[in-house]
């Protein structure tokens, strides 16, 4: 009897390992990982970590990559739209038949519900500012009101927003993943556990996230009804890897498909030149930009002349070339290559390390100047490789420059404050429009919230007429001009350049597109593997 | 003994209060702002100040405080910040992967450090005695990250033989044990080697000699059982920091353990988080340290529990 038990617990466990080891085979998997865990799977949570927002959901409109760095506005879950002619009222033709991983059909009651919840105090979401323009946002985030008054269901398929005024960038904003679409019969009832854990996610998306480990993965399966048509893979497994080194590995023992270098900026020599890797690097450009800051509530770079000096005396290309493998091209500006209303015929920052002392002089610092770069201590060493570089390089101008080490919580706890001194950093586009950068980091509030503190009523005006100038060239011009006041006039920032964004894939990962703006996280719905 | 484990708990209690505490004070001198680290570049500074008046970040650092110790007396440690889930379920997910882990480099470290204590003591200053001791003297200088590392590269990338990190098989525990165990291995041998030298030069043992016992009857039966009294307190003691959690293993070999929550928490500031963290890492050693001191002793009759 006791030898029958044996015999049947070896069975089952034997049973059991086959099945574990087969559950898989034969599937389309796509491994990948990411280097933080992200904190929710809810949009309205969260600023980063989109990885589970892009794959899970869908947006009204999607901002689709075309071509390398290239996007384009597509229709989503609005099978078409209408602006009005003042630019204030947008009307959204959902489109039928598209299912959530519940099951049931969404409609515009949805829409409508994942806007207001987002502006719902209860919610306490992070990205409510993509929706501020819309007209009674104000009063239902200070709890005055108890729906929105600009989101309007006109019938069960057509959504109408009003704005309170023109707000050009509306569209692209609602091609972001914080503007992802929810269904309310499944969301409302979970209230503030929505989105921590896969029996609490639902989308209209290619992917249903099936499993979540914290701190190790999560696994996203391919949905069979999906609108578009299924998934070429069958599942997506992200897995979470905090450790670099870690990360090198698990690829190069191909236990993850895509291994994303700007996790790793300091390994793209090494795959560049194995000989088994270097014809597996996928590129593409990406619009975005690395930047040095000027804080003007700090000396010396309350002087314009200071800021100009410091601008001629770094070597951009050298930086670009040593640190960066010349993997991208010089920037001039606020726009970046591949931005809507980028301007290539922006005027030239110099290399020019002779005027830049005489600058520093007639500033009144001829013996030179102190000042300090901030940096994260234990960040990627990125930052600490370039401050390093630039104190090098602006020392013989008259810059002595310290290196002030801090932990991430109190870098960005002061810089909040306005109080960070000059530090490094890089942006790259949430959405295809120049506010998205110039509003981030000029805006009355950005200027401060990021430690540049230019404060000038000439570029906030200018910045108020941007948003709402519905005249593409106009627009255009106007921004151009914009950035020649705060790159060259008011020599606000040094802007340094836009990189490629570089990926090593296994040979059996068939179609890997680089996304239009360079994030890490992607959709996965038009990868392939073998 | 439940006089002395009852008297231990209540002792323990201040403890727990005042490490709570003085970690409490420590987060809120240091600056910093949770909400500003949630958002970090897509920082907007009305969102930051909504959220965190939702949150009631901006009540007073008593009130918080309080707040929190009424929470845990109730068994509720609250809700992490940036995880936005309860903290005891975080936690509670996290030990079983800590308590696997710990438990097999613990494992290891007497497997191999125990033998190995033994054979440098019986074969003094032979080459078997100078490996076990170099050998030990590596676990215990060799930083783990390092070590950690090295075994990736030769194990998981070069020969194949074992994943590199995760925690989803029984082969995904080897790598993460050794390194882990190495260093306690080394401490458990030479406490043994040092230990066992000393006893086997007692009379008793002499005497057991003299009525003619086998040599490894002596040493297994009589020096040993004597010898392991320190290294047992040892080990009880590595058992409560290794569940404490092995933060550099676990982020190394990518282990969703106790010690990862707690370095994710400093990174974010999350009070709730890395006091509810905190609070069960002192548990954890507090137990650990009742329990060796009731180990010792038990096994040693001559002490009493006073």
């Known amino acids: ?530 | 003994m439940k006089k002395f484990i009852l008297q231990r708990l209540i002792v323990s209690i201040p403890v727990l209060v005042g490490v709570t505490f003085l970690l409490f004070w420590l987060l809120n001198v240091v600056p910093g702002d949770p909400v500003a680290l949630m958002m970090k570049e897509h920082i907007s500074v009305d969102v930051v100040e909504r959220v965190r008046q939702q949150m009631h970040l901006d009540d007073p650092a008593w009130v918080r405080y309080l707040r929190f110790l009424w929470g845990a007396v109730r068994g509720d440690l609250g809700e992490s910040y940036k995880l936005k889930r309860p903290v005891a379920d975080l936690i509670l997910n996290a030990f079983p992967n800590t308590f696997l882990l710990a438990v097999a480099a613990a494992l290891f470290a007497w497997i191999v450090g125990i033998p190995a204590g033994i054979v440098s003591a019986v074969r003094k200053y032979s080459l078997s005695d100078h490996f076990f001791m170099g050998f030990s003297l590596m676990g215990v200088s060799m930083p783990v990250f390092w070590s950690a590392l090295l075994f990736q590269y030769l194990f998981a990338v070069k020969l194949g033989w074992l994943p590199v990190a995760g925690f989803n098989s029984w082969k995904c525990l080897v790598m993460p044990a050794v390194v882990l165990g190495w260093s306690s291995a080394g401490i458990v041998a030479r406490l043994t080697r040092s230990s066992l030298l000393e006893v086997m030069r007692c009379d008793y043992i002499r005497t057991a000699r003299a009525k003619g016992l086998l040599g490894v009857a002596v040493i297994l039966r009589h020096g040993l059982k004597n010898a392991m009294l320190p290294v047992v307190t040892v080990m009880a003691i590595q058992v409560a920091s290794l569940l404490a959690g092995a933060v550099i293993t676990e982020s190394v070999f990518n282990i969703p353990g106790v010690g990862r929550i707690a370095v994710g928490a400093i990174q974010a500031r999350d009070m709730p988080l890395l006091q509810g963290a905190v609070l069960f890492e002192t548990v954890l050693v507090i137990f650990g340290n009742l329990a060796a001191d009731t180990l010792y002793a038990w096994l040693d009759p001559r002490i009493k529990f006073d």
């Not at chain 1, 491994?31 to 989109?50: F, H, R």
């Not at chain 1, 070597?315 to 010349?326: A, G, H, P, T, V």
């Open chain 1, 1 to 530: 009897m006791r030898k029958n038990w044996q015999l049947l617990c070896l069975t089952a466990l034997c049973a059991l390992l086959v099945l574990a080891c087969g559950a898989w085979a034969g599937e389309k998997v796509l491994t990948v990982a990411y280097n933080e865990e992200p904190q929710t799977a809810d949009g309205q949570m969260t600023t980063s970590c989109y990885m589970i927002p892009l794959n899970v959901y869908d947006r009204l409109l999607e901002c689709a990559t075309v071509g390398p760095g290239k996007s384009e506005l597509v229709p989503g879950l609005a099978e078409s739209w209408e602006i009005s002619d003042d630019g204030k009222i947008y009307t959204f033709h959902i489109r039928k038949g598209v299912k959530f991983h519940s099951g049931e059909e969404l409609t515009g009651k949805d829409v409508v519900y994942t806007f207001d919840r987002m502006l719902d105090p209860a919610t306490k979401a992070l990205n409510t500012d993509i929706l501020d323009f819309v007209d009674g946002a104000a009063e239902r985030m200070e709890g005055k009101a108890d729906s929105t008054r600009g989101l309007e269901l006109v019938d069960p398929y057509t959504v109408r927003i009003t704005l309170k005024e023109p707000f050009v960038p509306f569209l692209s904003i609602l091609a972001s993943p914080q503007a992802s679409i929810l269904s309310e019969a499944f969301t409302r009832p979970l209230g503030d556990k929505y989105g921590l854990s896969p029996e609490t996610t639902c989308g209209t998306g290619p992917f249903v996230l099936t499993e979540w480990v914290l701190n190790d993965h999560h696994t996203l399966a391919a949905f069979d009804d999906y609108w578009r048509g299924r998934s070429k893979l069958d599942r997506f497994v992200v897995k979470v890897v905090t450790d670099t080194e870690t990360m090198r590995m698990l690829f190069e023992s191909g236990e993850i498909d895509i291994f994303d270098c700007d996790f790793a900026i300091s390994q793209i020599p090494y795959f560049l030149g194995h000989k088994a890797w270097k014809d597996q690097i996928v590129s593409g450009p990406r619009v975005g930009i690395y930047y040095f800051t000027f804080n003007q509530q700090i000396k010396p770079f309350d002087d314009v002349r200071v800021r100009k000096a410091f601008q001629m005396a770094v070597d951009r290309k050298k930086l670009l070339e040593k640190l960066y493998y010349d993997q991208g091209q010089l920037e001039n500006g606020v726009m970046p290559a591949g931005l809507i209303h980028y301007n290539p015929g922006q005027t030239v920052i110099p290399y020019d390390p002779a005027r830049a002392k005489a600058l520093l002089a007639e500033a009144g610092y001829p013996d030179g100047v102190d000042l300090e770069i901030a940096l994260i201590a234990s960040a990627s060493s990125q930052w600490q490789k370039m401050s390093e570089v630039v104190q090098a390089m602006v020392a013989p101008v008259g810059f002595r420059v310290t290196l002030v080490q801090m932990d991430e919580a109190a870098w960005y706890a002061t810089r909040k404050e306005g109080k960070l001194p000059m530090y490094c950093q890089k942006w790259s586009a949430d959405f295809n429009d120049p506010d998205n950068f110039f509003y981030t980091f000029f805006g009355s509030k950005g200027t401060v919230a990021r430690s540049f503190n230019n404060i000038s009523d000439e570029v906030f005006a200018a910045l108020d007429r941007g948003r709402s100038e519905l005249d593409f060239a106009k627009r255009g011009k106007l921004y151009a001009d914009l950035e020649k006041t705060i790159v060259i006039d008011q020599a606000a920032w040094l802007p340094l350049f836009s990189l490629k964004h570089l990926y090593v894939t296994q040979p059996r990962v068939k179609t890997f597109v680089v996304p239009w703006n360079g994030w890490s996280d992607f959709s996965a719905y038009e990868m392939e593997v073998e």
